[in-house]
């Protein structure tokens, strides 16, 4: 079952009929008090127009904006006004609020297995609100914390479904917690509707606000990361290095500016490989004499 549009009636029109009712009753008391004969009749009508303006007005009710009233007559659902505005319904009618709002759920950190077993920290922050009243209100026990355990369970889910960084060189297609953040949110997001449809809570935005490793292995994980980046930027480096001396070599072989045995061009290349890589400014020894003393 789906939520379903209440019918009511405008609540100034039952406002104002209420009134005439109470005006009724206490013209008809009166009646009953001044007059000898039909007193009991008087007296009669005036108690019922009473208790009618009672009915009238216990069926007057406002909803403001950004929020619905559930209507239950007599255990059945009976729909939903989402219209702002003052009405009127059964009297009998139990009116339950549910707020429409946008609602912020600031997640705790969760310390909680990586894919590859590392452990981590995770908290993220939910945009919520109500899509559906029905099944706010009879499909779940408490919407709201249902909002809460369901959101925990799919933030664990989702950092045991991902690693936190990969330090292989797997390309582009390994999503991970660290630098894939828009994918994650986006998977984040359709895991989240996917566990709330149910309590009819529609998500707006799903977003990760803190990701580290734990404390425990966070020293070990930020060496190795370190040490990562360094391996590929001598990697870098060394590539570049040995792309500029073969360039050098070739531009001196094909200007015959000098000629080179392979004992002096592998020291040339040594020198030109220590200059090119060293982390430091090189100092050279400059040779006054020839080039083979």
């Known amino acids: ?72 007559l007599f255990g059945k659902y009976a729909g939903t006004v989402r219209k702002d505005g003052f009405f009127w319904v059964n009297p009998f009618t139990v009116k339950r609020r549910i707020s429409l709002r946008a609602r912020n759920l600031s997640g705790q950190k969760l310390k909680v297995n990586d894919k590859l077993g590392n452990p981590i920290e995770i908290a993220v922050v939910i945009v919520w609100r ?23 369970t799919a933030v664990r889910h989702l950092a045991q479904s991902y690693p936190y960084d990969t330090f292989e060189d797997a390309g582009h297609e390994v999503l991970t917690l660290r630098a894939s953040t828009e994918q994650v949110n986006q998977v984040l997001v359709a895991e989240l509707q996917e566990r709330l449809a149910s309590a009819g809570v529609k998500i707006i935005e799903a977003r990760l606000t803190h990701l580290a490793y734990a404390p425990e292995i966070a020293e070990a994980m930020l060496r190795r990361q370190q040490a990562t980046a360094i391996v590929a930027a001598r990697t870098q480096i060394v590539t570049g290095a040995v792309s500029m001396v073969e360039m050098a070599l070739q531009q001196l072989a094909d200007k015959h500016v000098v000629e080179l045995g392979e004992e002096r061009r592998a020291a040339m290349i040594s020198n030109l490989l220590v200059v090119l890589c060293s982390e430091s400014a090189a100092s050279p020894v400059i040779n006054a004499g020839t080039l083979y003393q």
Not at 13 to 27: K, N, R
Not at 138 to 148: A, L
């Open 1 to 72: 079952m789906e939520e379903k549009t209440s019918r009511t009636l405008p609540g100034l029109l039952m406002l104002v009929v209420g009134i005439l009712l109470l005006g009724v009753a206490g013209w008809l008391i009166y009646l009953a008090s001044t007059r000898t004969d039909g007193t009991a009749v008087l007296g009669i009508l005036g108690t019922l127009s009473i208790f009618l303006s009672i009915l009238v007005f216990a069926g007057l009710f406002i909803v403001n904006p950004n929020e619905a009233k559930v209507m239950v």
């Open 130 to 152: 109500v899509s559906d009243t029905f099944k706010a209100s009879f499909e779940v026990d408490n919407y709201e914390q249902y909002v809460v355990i369901q959101s925990e």
